[in-house]
């Protein structure tokens, strides 16, 4: 009996790329491949002299005695993989990942954190790639026998692990070397800007002080090598009485830009400091002194600061306003403006309708003012979706985004709302020429790909819209709606394995969300949706429940409870919902027609009235 001991190997897992996806397209000829697949693998660890540990579904698990020699296996194994004919002629591609370290040696094999490290480093793979911890590039360069291609690739944030892991790349002159960047979070510095404290504690210049703070996320979101911390979480402390430390470290942040500020009529006063939460210090602070109009200036010079003393490099221009894509004229303008996406953010009948008016307001004091349009247009087209499905409200959407697009045609905003508008109507192809184009002109704006997600998913393209909702979660990691949304696409797709991890990433990041914004029923319905397609039902009847209780009337939140009992299997309560929510003003029949939350439903005559009762709102 071998017991339980420690003992020190390098822990290789094997994985093979769009597997599911292989096994769709080859049918009967799969298990001829997995079986020639396994052959060569077990071939490989017999010559090499590995141990087999596990072979569950197209994957492996191996254990080597040294990492020279499962470095040496593991190139040998990718190279044979090349050199096969394949049924089909498919190109297999087969993720490697390996770590070394200790863990628990027992009568099944080997358990510990080594082994979740390891494997962690082969999802973080693509196919054709090997992936390695610093402590076996460590153990490679100690044992010096034969000399490996080593690639640092930086450090990253591996599932189940606080600290962020420093991977490396084995090369080879017979393999592949370019690849995307891991498929992981990088480990990159984190910010969180605070809103600036209101020294002469003003109401009036909350929404004010709360576009400052919204800028300057903007803003630093778009450096390369900076990650920021989501408005919603930083918004979450304003008035605390917690110091910035205390702050920081519930943030998760390296670095808290915070201060305090006076308005007063067209001159205000500014004291900023940048925080550095890990070691306990100021790393900048300044005193501006400046009249309203040169307020951009200042926010620019804060970016440049952040960035700088973040060790990130800093370009000017970076800042949004200071671009091409935005035009400000006048200071009165972008106060209404500031007001009006505010209020927008609340996502209300009455927060929408106010902030129409503050869009509007602005376009009368400058008519040029090509952002204040597309926030009108966004105004519409909420409005269209969820309140009011006249034809004159899509129109105006349409209408507003046009005249941002020519007042302004590098702003990437106002291509987005264009999009938006265009899919109101049903107009795919305009729509999607628009998100091409916002995402061309912005790379780095999240609500490009989010809507062209949305748009794809409405419209039954559900494998471009799993694509779309990841890309926007690269853009904003801390976002729990695209990883649900892409979710729910993989798994109609066929990706089961894939939409259970990205679901499972997606309730924890909502977990952590609730801690800091409890009352925020989004992410209670979209938490609750993940959690009945995991089936965790009790939990999932808990946060909708929690859900309801605040929003009882809100269309889209009712529409989501329609999904989340249709999962459930609870048919009666979840028909009773999407009523409801139609009821309620909800007019986006694409869902209806498209989610496969709600496939169980569709043949049943309560949902065909449904539909005919959307019919007859969106012809009216």
Request: glycine share 6%; with cysteine; hydrophobic share 40%.
């Amino acid at each position: 009996m071998i017991g339980q001991t420690r003992k020190k190997r390098t822990f290789v897992f094997t994985d093979i790329q769009d597997s599911t996806f292989l096994a769709g397209k080859l049918e009967n000829e799969y298990s001829e491949l997995i079986s020639r697949y396994r052959g060569l693998i077990r071939d490989n660890i017999e010559k090499y002299g590995g141990q087999e540990i596990d072979s569950a579904g197209d994957g492996f698990f191996i254990v080597y005695n040294s990492a020279q020699q499962a470095a040496g296996a593991t190139i040998d194994i990718l190279r044979k993989i090349g050199i096969t004919v394949w049924p089909a002629k498919v190109d297999l591609r087969v993720r490697i990942g390996m770590h070394t370290g200790e863990a628990m040696q027992t009568e099944s094999g080997y358990t510990g954190l080594a082994v979740h490290k390891a494997a962690r480093i082969c999802d973080a793979a693509h196919g054709g790639q090997i992936l390695m911890s610093t402590d076996t590039a460590g153990a490679l360069k100690q044992e010096e026998k034969k000399q490996f291609l080593l690639k640092n690739l930086g450090k990253y944030h591996l599932k189940g692990f606080e600290t962020p892991v420093e991977i490396f790349q084995l090369n080879s002159e017979e393999l592949k070397d370019k690849f995307p960047a891991p498929r992981a979070v990088p480990a990159l510095p984190v910010v969180a800007v605070l809103p600036f404290r209101d020294e002469l504690n003003k109401p009036e210049n909350a929404y004010f002080f709360d576009g400052i703070s919204t800028d300057m996320i903007q803003s630093l979101s778009r450096i390369t090598g900076l990650r920021v911390v989501a408005r919603a979480a930083s918004s979450a402390f304003q008035g605390s009485d917690e110091s910035v430390l205390e702050i920081g470290h519930k943030l998760n942040a390296n670095a808290i830009l915070h201060g305090t500020m006076k308005k007063e009529d067209n001159h205000i006063s500014l004291h900023a400091v940048l925080t550095d939460i890990d070691q306990e210090k100021t790393r900048w602070e300044k005193e501006f002194e400046a009249e309203m109009d040169e307020l951009f200036r200042i926010e620019e010079e804060m970016v440049r600061q952040t960035a700088t003393h973040l060790g990130t490099q800093y370009r000017a221009g970076t800042h949004m306003k200071k671009g091409p894509q935005f035009r400000i004229q006048n200071i009165e303008a972008y106060d209404y403006y500031l007001k009006g996406r505010r209020f927008y953010y609340q996502f209300s009948q009455q927060s929408i309708l106010f902030a129409l008016q503050m869009f509007q307001k602005s376009i009368q004091i400058d008519p040029d003012f090509a952002l204040a349009y597309a926030g009108a247009a966004n105004c519409y087209s909420y409005l269209y979706m969820y309140e009011d499905p006249g034809v004159s409200n899509r129109e105006a959407a349409e209408q507003f985004s046009l005249k941002a697009i020519e007042l302004s045609p590098s702003l990437a905003e106002a291509h987005t709302c264009r999009g938006v508008a265009l899919s109101l109507s049903r107009n795919y192809a305009g729509a999607e020429e628009c998100f091409e184009k916002a995402i061309a002109l912005d790379p780095k704006l999240f609500e490009a790909y989010y809507h062209y997600a949305r748009m794809s998913f409405a419209s039954g393209n559900l494998q471009k819209a799993a694509g779309l909702f990841r890309d926007a979660n690269r853009v904003r990691p801390e976002d729990y709606q695209s990883l649900l949304l892409a979710a729910q696409c993989f798994e109609k797709t066929g990706f089961d394995a894939r939409a259970r991890e990205v679901r499972e990433d997606g309730v924890e990041i909502v977990e952590q969300h609730l801690k800091l914004n409890p009352g925020d029923t989004r992410a209670l319905y979209m938490g609750a949706n993940g959690q009945a397609a995991l089936g965790n039902s009790m939990m999932a009847i808990q946060w909708l429940q929690r859900a309801l209780f605040l929003e009882p009337d809100d269309p889209m939140l009712l529409y989501n409870a329609g999904c989340i009992y249709a999962l459930m299997g609870m048919e009666e309560e979840a028909l009773a919902s999407l009523d409801r929510s139609v009821d309620e003003g909800l007019t986006q029949k694409e869902w209806f027609e498209h989610d496969p939350d709600l496939n169980g439903l569709r043949n049943t005559d309560r949902f065909q009235k449904i539909l005919k009762k959307l019919d007859k709102l969106t012809q009216s």
